[in-house]
């Protein structure tokens, strides 16, 4: 018994640090494109699905806002007027170019953790969803909006 034991512990080992130690190999589809492409963690989301206060996406539309002529969203009445008070409230920092976007322009998209992403045109939503999923402590927390170096 104690052979087997040290027997499974040894080939046990050896199978982790194999698993540990292999390349990961991104499937090739045609077109050049990797499998990670189809089916990434940022997806494109409507406007109407964002609160634009607590940069969340939900299920069901939210309540629209006007101001200066543009749709801005929020859950609830309180972000509603936040919205409508605060001006910061309806900026946000592209992640990928660094520069200030308004919400009610931006490409949004959503991780499965409901976290919105806003970007200022189409090719950088793409390429921050081409990267990995930021972890949730690289949130910036005075903005509301994740980031990467």
């Known amino acids: ?3 087997l034991m040290q027997l499974l ?3 046990g080992g050896l199978f982790l640090s194999g698993l540990l130690t292999i390349p990961f190999v991104a499937h090739a589809e045609p077109g050049g494109q ?11 989301v409507e406007a109407q699905y964002v ?12 309540i629209s806002v006007e101001v200066e002529g543009k ?4 859950c609830c009445p309180m972000c509603k007027t936040k919205l409508e008070k605060v001006p910061a409230m309806r900026s946000a920092t592209d992640p990928v ?11 949004i998209g959503t991780s499965p953790d409901r976290t ?3 970007f200022e045109n189409e090719e950088n939503f793409h390429t921050y ?13 005075m903005s509301g909006m994740p980031h990467r170096n």
């Open 1 to 3: 018994m104690k052979k």
């Open 9 to 11: 512990f040894v080939t």
């Open 34 to 44: 990797s499998h990670e492409a189809h089916s990434s963690w940022l997806k494109p």
């Open 51 to 62: 609160c634009m206060v607590n940069n969340q996406s939900y299920d069901s539309p939210q």
């Open 71 to 74: 749709t801005y969203y929020g």
């Open 97 to 107: 170019s660094g520069n200030t976007v308004d919400k009610a322009e931006a490409v």
């Open 116 to 118: 919105v992403y806003y």
């Open 129 to 141: 969803a081409a990267g990995l999923m930021p972890k949730a402590d690289e949130h910036d927390s």
